[in-house]
């Protein structure tokens, strides 16, 4: 798949993935960004449409929701690598606007080479699950975020996993006194994480 096994070789290869059909509408290929031999990745599900158009993850609404969270559990968002599980973003067009839909089985199993080299080529220490696609894209099978949510997860690989929601699933909480809980809970989640190092 790649030649020479860095993370910069192993983007460049990803914008030319035709492994599934999400290629044919999305603008680009989003792939992760961070350094390689950060301690911690998180994977996101997919990129949305401001990472779409800008190439890079997690830079929308649920990405700056992400940032003040990390900052609050005393996490530098430069020194983690920050992925997705699919890199296409997949959407229904409505009018002028593209509206998020939820990848399925076949775009998971599409990007899952590509988020396996990132893993190998990063080496994180323990990697963050946001949500439960991307959960099943590591975990290799669907999973219920309510059973498995805050616990730090021994992998066969000798990584740690700590699973927990996606952050975009906080601005859809329409009571502001419900988000603040359900955000306090995501704080403690990475803090969680952090301290699993």
Known sequence: MVREETLKAAAQAARSCRNCDLWRNATQTVFGEGPEGAAMMLVGEQPGDQEDAQGRPFVGPAGKLLDRALAEAGIERKTIYVTNAVKHFKFAPRGKRRIHQ??????IVACHPWLEMEIRLVRPRIIVAMGTTAARAVLGRPVTIARLRGKIMALDDGR???????????????????RAIAYA?????LKAAKLGL
């Open 102 to 107: 939820k990848p399925g089985t076949v775009e």
């Open 160 to 178: 740690s996993l700590l699973v927990t929601i996606h952050p975009s699933a906080l601005l859809r909480i329409a009571e502001a006194e419900d």
């Open 185 to 189: 809970a995501f704080v403690a989640d």
